[in-house]
């Protein structure tokens, strides 16, 4: 009987074991997948700043090539930016 109650114990500890060890996979991999998550915001978000930095500059120089003013809001105050090429030729739009 004790022979039998000793194995009982010893199965109760590797299932327990077993248990604790999937447990543990499951935490890790949980980890590494909020991990990837985050890594992949981070990229779709400096992709997107970068992407609306270059459209914000070509329109711009779109604006700035036909002699127009463009206005730049800043603070309380806009400034408007013209090129120097077209205030020589007084082609200021």
Same mark, same amino acid.
């Given at each position: *009987?004790e022979?039998?109650?000793? #194995?009982?114990?010893h ?6 074991? &077993?248990?604790?060890v999937? !447990?543990?996979l499951?935490?890790?991999?949980n980890?590494k !997948?909020?991990?990837?998550s ?5 990229e779709v978000?400096q992709n997107g700043t970068m +992407?609306?930095?270059?459209l914000?500059y +070509?329109?711009i *120089?779109?604006? !700035?090539?036909?002699c ?8 309380n105050? #806009? &400034? +408007?930016? &013209? !090129?120097?090429?077209?205030?020589n030729?007084?082609? &200021?739009?």
């Amino acid at each position: *009987m004790e022979k039998q109650s000793k #194995t009982n114990k010893h199965g109760i500890i590797i299932i327990i074991l &077993v248990l604790l060890v999937i !447990l543990a996979l499951g935490y890790i991999f949980n980890e590494k !997948l909020n991990e990837n998550s985050l890594q992949h915001d981070l990229e779709v978000f400096q992709n997107g700043t970068m +992407n609306g930095q270059i459209l914000f500059y +070509n329109t711009i *120089m779109q604006e !700035l090539a036909q002699c127009k003013q463009f206005p730049l809001p800043f603070q309380n105050q #806009t &400034v +408007n930016l &013209v !090129l120097v090429e077209c205030l020589n030729q007084g082609d &200021v739009k």
